[in-house]
Structures are given as C-alpha cells and as structure tokens.
C-alpha cells in the first residue's frame, strides 16, 4: 500500500524557489533581444534548434523590425504558438526520420541567399538529435547507433558532438556553409560544461576546429563498433568539417546569450536576499553521477562537521553535466541518479537537504526533471519498501523518487543551461 506523501520541508521549498530564479535567468524573452542585430538590406532568416528554439523564435518575432520567417525546430512537448517562423519537431536524445527531416528543412530554408540577406541562428542544447543529418555514405540507422551506444557508455556533451560533427552534413559549421554568402549571426544558449560555442548543439553555424581524428579517439575510447568504410572515412579526414580559417565564415558573429553561470549567479543572489550566505562550487562539474554525488556529500559533511572550506549554515551550489554509464534496467536519469547517490552516501544526516534537476525539466527516462531529497528520504524508502541501493544499481532512480515523493516535475522549460543543483547545510 502506498503511504500517504508527507508535506515537503521548507527547505525543499526554499530549494526549489532557488531552481526557478536559475530558470528565469536563461528566459529567452529576457535574454535573447539585447543582441539582435541590426535588420538588414536583403531579407532575414530564422533558423534554430534546441531544447530553447521556441522560446528564442517567439522572443525574436516580439522584438523583430520588419520581413521575417524562417524554421526551427524543438523536442516532442517544447512548442509554442509562433506567428511567422515555421515550428517543427524532431526526436531527442536518439535521432530518427522526424530529425532528419527536420535538417533538410533547415538546409532549404537558407539555401539561395544573397551578401545582403542575414541568418538568424537560434542554438541550444538539444540540436544535436533534433537535426540530424547524415553525412554522405552514412545511414541514420549507423548514427542512431553510434549515439546510443555513447549515450549508454557515459560519454560527455563534449565528446558526443565532437563525433556527431564529424558525420552529419548540417553540423560543425555546414549550415552556415550552406547559407553563404550571407551573413550569419548565431545566438546561442550554453549547456555545455566551459560554454564552447563550438560545443553547443554540435555547431551547426560555426566552424569547427575539432578533427576527425579527434572524433575517432573518441568512438574508440569508449569500445564504439564502427563499419570498416565508416572508420576507414574518418582515419583518412574524408568526412571533415569546415575549419576556422575559411574565408566563407568572414564576417560572421556569435553570441552565448545565456549559461549556467547565470542561474547559478540568479540563485546565489536570490538566496542571499533571504539571509542565506551562498557559495558556488563551480559551473562546470563533470562526471559520473555516483562519483559526483560523493563529492558533493564530502564537501557538504566537511562544511557542517569543520566549517571547511565554508561555515554553516549555508548553501552550496552547482552546474554541470553529470554522465550514467547505464549497466541497468530501470527508469531515471543523471539529477535523479545523483540525488539518489547523493542520499545513499549522506545516510540520512540531519541538516542536509539538496536537490538537482535539468534545467530543461527533462532527466533522462526519468519523466521528470530531477529529484530533491532530505534527510528523512532512506527513512521514507524504507517505509514504501524501496531499497536505495537496488535502485542505484538498476539504475532506477526515477521510479525510486517517484516512490518517495521526491521528483522534481516541471514539464519542458522551454530553456537549457545544463544541470542545475544546491545544497542546504545546516549547522550540526
């Protein structure tokens, strides 16, 4: 029998008002028009992709001054109503037909312009899928492939585009390659660990310094099975990107709009105002989900028992995109999966409270956006018969969460700034 869900502690509700200052600061209503462009002579087009596409369309068409049009393209779920930019969806985080589509639309909606035509280039995290076009002699059942298996093995945003740059035919600078010789301004939302603009989405709009060489030392590191051509094409550099030096990306601009950092700065400051004193880790920390989790219990335990490297009460926060190395069957993604090991390596210490979720309200097959927990979280499991450590080792933290009544739930956000996660430490 389920047992009745207990009210949530204000500090889970302080937490999660610290989550939607995070969220607020990557609006793309708010963020997005300080740096349109100048209308040009010639006619302007909108292309995007990406969780935030939608939101950045809508924010340009409210601000625009004169003709516009043009497409982009969101997840299942991520829409809204636009007037004269063309929305479609394609399939996220594995591509499939809806996607590959999706890249020819974008391809045609820029092919034929002219030096005084501009290209507005709406990125953000999630392209990559949303967009995939397949280089020549390469089947989208290959790089269906190729990206689940990376996405099982646990391999970074960084090293996932590095590869998916190097075999598609709208990536790591095509699509603007196929809009020259007009001029390309991208705008774009980081959720890449640094902010590498050449990272976000795989860089449909910018040119590519990475190689194919460097996308094959990644398939190999993680033990990727790859068709003898396949690999022949990329240790030969047949499948390359355009690079830096190329004079048909003279002229252009970009623009990372929104990041982490700023929802980490949103939430330390919305903390401060409430008499917390708030520190931030770092915007950028990577890895294994259980090996963060751990980090962040040692770090959060060495603040209440010590008062190092900060004193308590207090709030600790950061960004950053953790990686799973499914081995499981279950149901969850890496905040719940953190938060899960999170709570297994605090053992329920008293005046510790956390949570951590996407910033796009999506984690995983979690269908929820990442998990919250407290110190009375094992206590709870125990009493719906739930077992932690089981879960984390099916990798069913989603339905762990789901159990306790410890999802965060918020539905697409219509933004993506990558994982956003704090941490309440109460003095002893």
Not at 54 to 67: I, K, L, T, Y
Not at 239 to 245: D, M, V
Not at 390 to 401: I, R, V
Request: proline content about 7%; hydrophobic content about 45%.
């Amino acid at each position: 029998m389920r047992h009745p869900a207990p009210p949530r502690p204000q500090q889970v509700e302080f937490l999660l008002d610290l989550y939607r200052h995070a969220l607020a600061a990557a609006d793309p209503m708010k963020v997005l028009p300080p740096h349109l462009p100048e209308p040009p002579r010639g006619r302007t087009v909108v292309v995007g992709m990406g969780k935030a596409a939608a939101a950045m369309a809508r924010a340009v068409e409210q601000h625009w001054r004169g003709p516009l049009g043009g497409v982009v393209v969101v997840p299942p779920g991520a829409s809204l109503p636009l007037e004269r930019i063309e929305l479609i969806e394609g399939r996220h985080p594995v591509p499939d037909e809806r996607s590959v589509a999706a890249g020819q639309r974008l391809m045609r909606a820029v092919t034929g312009l002219g030096p005084d035509d501009l290209v507005i280039a709406l990125i953000s995290g999630g392209g990559s899928a949303l967009c995939a076009l397949p280089a020549q002699g390469i089947s989208l059942a290959q790089k269906q492939a190729i990206t689940q298996a990376l996405l099982l093995r646990g391999a970074t945003i960084a090293e996932m585009n590095t590869v998916r740059k190097h075999l598609s035919a709208i990536k790591g600078g095509r699509l603007a390659m196929q809009a020259w010789p007009a001029r390309v301004v991208s705008l774009l939302i980081s959720d890449i660990p640094g902010d590498d603009p050449a990272l976000i989405a795989s860089a449909p709009t910018l040119a590519d310094a990475s190689s194919c060489a460097d996308a094959l030392r990644v398939l190999d590191r993680y033990a990727i099975e790859l068709s003898a051509p396949l690999r022949s094409a990329l240790a030969a550099g047949a499948l390359e990107s355009p690079k830096p030096q190329d004079p048909r990306f003279a002229g252009h601009l970009h623009a990372v709009i929104a990041c982490a950092q700023d929802g980490l700065d949103a939430a330390a400051e919305a903390a401060r105002r409430q008499g917390w004193k708030a520190h931030v880790l770092s915007d950028s920390m990577e890895g294994e989900a259980r090996e963060l989790a751990m980090a962040h219990a040692a770090i959060a335990t060495q603040v209440q028992r010590r008062g190092q490297p900060f004193e308590a009460p207090c709030v600790l926060l950061s960004a950053g995109e953790a990686t799973v190395t499914v081995n499981g069957q279950g149901r969850g993604g890496r905040n719940t999966e953190f938060a899960l090991a999170l709570a297994i390596a605090l053992g329920g210490r008293s005046g510790i409270h956390a949570l951590s979720a996407g910033t796009d309200g999506l984690d995983g097959n979690s269908g929820a956006a990442g998990a919250w927990i407290s110190p009375a979280t094992l206590q709870r499991a125990r009493a719906c018969a739930r077992t932690p450590q089981e879960a984390l080792l099916d990798n069913d933290s989603g339905s762990f969460f789901e159990a306790v009544d410890g999802l965060v739930s918020t539905g697409p956000t219509l933004t993506n700034i990558n994982d956003f996660r704090a941490v309440i430490v109460e003095a002893a």
